[in-house]
């Protein structure tokens, strides 16, 4: 039986302005302040869309977003408008800073490789010696990194983004205020959930002059979590962390011979393996919110987001 999955849309809605197709997200531009994002069960990884979707997966991505946007707006706005459907988030449009504030608190993934070959210094950040794999840093840093438009993101550093006169000192000096005060926030809640937060990705955009955060916050796409309960005996025993976070699908592409390099074929992904990406989907959301996820149905599901949109819509010009 093949897994049903929401791998696009192709809505046209009145006072639409512009359309925007992301690696996983369809974007509608509505006159000109706000936009509808239709997080899809599309999966991306070297930046690459793999060819198949995930379900469930943008349902995730969305309530778990959904649900950080409301509980951190004491610390910093967003553009949260409303969540009509579990797929749509509706929001401000904002001027986007070409920067992701990528904040770390443990040598893991991309930090890692740059550590294990050698390098001392990520974005400007001094790492300190003698760490291994998935140890925890003194206190967490932010290892910033330009937003490509196309091709890969490449590291930055505070005083290259200032050189570049990207933004202002004070919006830089203030994003990265928040950027921990946010992480903070988030690693508070994983540790109640029983989770650590390691890393995570914040992303911000200007309206009316001031900051806000755009995006999505604290997802298994823009994050990664290792389980509290087992982190120091899997650390002491020299044992990989089990992650809740998409680096297992990069994991799998690397042993498939798949890095997204040149001439690189996409292994093939069969349906045991889209229901095993999408268990661990489910996973990390009833780890996080503490119940499991309300699966919606797939059933006239185009139907349904547009319907939703509408009224999404409609409920902000009344």
């Not at 990884?45 to 991505?61: E, M, N, R, T, Y």
Request: aromatic fraction near 12%.
């Amino acid at each position: 039986m093949q897994t049903q999955s929401l791998t696009s849309t192709n809505f046209y809605f009145q006072n639409q302005t512009s359309f925007y197709r992301g690696k996983v997200r369809d974007v509608y531009g509505i006159g000109n302040d706000k936009l509808i994002i239709v997080a899809t069960d599309r999966i991306s990884a070297f930046d690459h869309v793999l060819p198949k979707s995930i379900p469930f997966k943008g349902q995730v991505l969305t309530q778990v977003a959904n649900l950080f946007l409301d509980l951190t707006s004491h610390i910093i706005p967003n553009w949260k408008i409303s969540n009509p459907d579990p797929h749509v988030t509706i929001g401000w449009k904002c001027d986007a800073i070409p920067i992701e504030f990528v904040v770390r608190n443990y040598l893991t993934g991309h930090a890692w490789r740059v550590y294990k070959s050698g390098g001392r210094v990520l974005c400007g950040v001094n790492l300190p010696e003698g760490m291994k794999e998935n140890d925890k840093f003194p206190h967490p840093i932010i290892t910033p990194a330009t937003k490509a438009t196309s091709g890969h993101d490449e590291d930055t550093s505070y005083e290259e983004i200032l050189s570049k006169n990207i933004i202002s000192k004070e919006h830089l000096d203030y994003l990265y205020q928040k950027s921990i005060e946010l992480f903070n926030f988030g690693t508070e809640y994983a540790t109640k959930q029983g989770l650590i937060l390691v890393d995570t990705k914040y992303e911000f955009g200007i309206k009316y002059g001031q900051p806000m955060l755009i995006d999505e916050i604290h997802t298994p796409d823009s994050s990664r979590f290792f389980y509290l309960d087992s982190y120091e005996q899997l650390q002491s025993e020299g044992k990989p962390q089990k992650q809740l976070s998409k680096e297992f699908v990069r994991e799998w592409l690397m042993e498939n011979g798949f890095q997204g390099l040149e001439g690189q074929l996409i292994p093939n992904m069969t349906e045991e393996w889209l229901v095993n990406i999408s268990s661990r989907y489910l996973e990390l959301y009833k780890a996080m919110v503490g119940k499991d996820l309300e699966k919606r149905s797939y059933s006239d599901i185009y139907e349904k987001i547009e319907q939703s949109i509408l009224l999404g819509i409609s409920s902000l010009e009344n």
